[in-house]
C-alpha cells in the first residue's frame, strides 16, 4: 500500500500513473487484510481517480476575471482547453507559465484560436489572487473559482500546483493531470 501510494499517487513521483493506481486502490477497498477504517482513504482516492477521466466530460465549473465578468468552463470556445490550476505564490506556476508562452507552437495555436487556456485559481485568497492575476502570460483566460466547489466539492483533485488537463471541443478529457 505505501510502495503504491509513492510511486504511483505522489504528485513527485516520476512514476505517478493513476492508471496503475487505480488498481491498487481497487485492492485495497476490497482486501480483507485492511480494516474499515484503514480502507476510508484508499476509498476516497479511487472516488477521486475516477473523476474527470480521460475520455470523460470535464466536471463544469463557473469562475470570475479580475474584471468581475463571470464565465463557466464549459462555455469556453476552441478545439481544445488548457485547464491551468494554479497558486498565485507558486514557483512551479511561474515557470510552466513561461514555458508555454515561450513556445512558438504553442502560441501560434492560442492566437489562432485552436486553443484557449483557461488558467484556475481555485482556493479562497482572492486579494491574493487578485494581486498577481496581471502577471499571467497574455492572451489566457485568468480566473478565479469564487463559488470554492472545485475544492469543496473536489470537483477536481489538485495535489499540487500547477494541475493541468487538456480538453477537447466537448470538453472531454484527453489529459488528465498532464
Known sequence: CALGEKYLYDPNSPMRNEDYYIPVLEQMVSSQRLGEVDKIRPADRLKQANK??????????????????????????A????????DPDCPNCRKH???????????EMQEKGIVRVLAVYPDEEENEWLLNSSKMPPGWIVGWNKQGDIRSKTLY?????????LLDKQKKVILKDA
Open 52 to 77: 474527470n477521466r480521460p475520455g470523460m466530460t470535464a466536471a463544469d465549473f463557473s469562475y470570475v476575471t479580475p474584471k468581475g465578468k463571470a464565465g463557466r468552463m464549459s462555455r469556453i470556445k
Open 97 to 107: 507559465e513561461r514555458v508555454l508562452s515561450e513556445m512558438p507552437a504553442f502560441l
Open 157 to 165: 483533485e489538485i495535489r499540487a500546483t500547477p494541475t493541468m488537463y
Open 79 to 86: 478545439e481544445y482547453t488548457l485547464l491551468f490550476f494554479y
